[in-house]
């Protein structure tokens, strides 16, 4: 039996095939990109608690440094406008 296609059908064969690809494409590149963004999320939450616990400790030691320059004896006005300045 011979394949007898008209253009009507080569074009709608065509059609199809080509569709079919683009809606694939298109899923892909949407699971793709919704897989970014989760990813992006989860990075964006591990950087907010690692920047809090880094200002944290970076307060907890400027109070130190202003307990001991104040209580200390240490009557230098420069290192106290300096920790003060940041």
């Known amino acids: 039996m011979k394949w007898h296609w008209t253009l009507d059908k080569k074009i709608s ?30 990075i964006g939450q591990s950087d907010f608690h690692l920047y809090e616990t880094a200002t944290q400790l970076i307060l907890a030691q400027k109070e130190k440094q202003l307990l001991l320059i104040t209580f200390g004896g240490v009557q230098s006005k420069v290192v106290a406008a300096h920790l003060l300045a940041y």
Not at 23 to 30: A, D, E, K, L, T
């Open 13 to 42: 064969g065509l059609t199809t095939v080509l569709l079919v690809l683009l809606v694939g494409v298109s899923s892909y590149c949407y699971w793709s990109i919704n897989e970014i963004s989760r990813e992006i999320a989860e």
